[in-house]
Nanobody, 121 residues
Framework: QVQLVESGGGLVQAGGSLRLSCAASGTIFSINAMGWYRQAPGKQRELVAATTRGVSPNYADSVKGRFTISGDYAENTVYLQMNSLKPEDTAVYYC???????????????WGQGTQVTVSS
């Protein structure tokens, strides 16, 4: 089994910053990619940022220039630095990882439980 545990969410005023962390643990042979998604009330879950081994990170247009994702594949951890936060960034943020649990096995997606980010105006 693989567990993803997020931390770092909270309440912040517009223009402020937060840093989210996500640590993967359990039966992990390798992690190919890690990312952050978010889901606001009444909306679909959307990709915020993703990092893949050996590839430049990609970001949703709405967060480019404000958010930075970084992955530490040696520690199975991914971070999301969020600056210049806006009220529209309010959502539950979910960590995602594409994990291979044993050599030669197919990889599978795993999700964290989510962490609430609330940006007040």
């Amino acid at each position: 089994q693989v567990q993803l545990v997020e931390s770092g969410g909270g309440l912040v005023q517009a223009g402020g910053s937060l840093r989210l962390s996500c640590a993967a643990s359990g039966t992990i042979f390798s992690i190919n990619a890690m990312g952050w998604y978010r889901q606001a009330p009444g909306k679909q879950r959307e990709l915020v940022a993703a990092t893949t081994r050996g590839v430049s990170p990609n970001y949703a247009d709405s967060v480019k220039g404000r958010f930075t994702i970084s992955g530490d594949y040696a520690e199975n951890t991914v971070y999301l630095q969020m600056n210049s936060l806006k009220p529209e960034d309010t959502a539950v943020y979910y960590c995602n990882a594409d994990v291979r649990t044993t050599w030669g096995a197919s990889s599978h997606d795993y999700w964290g439980q989510g962490t609430q980010v609330t940006v007040s105006s």
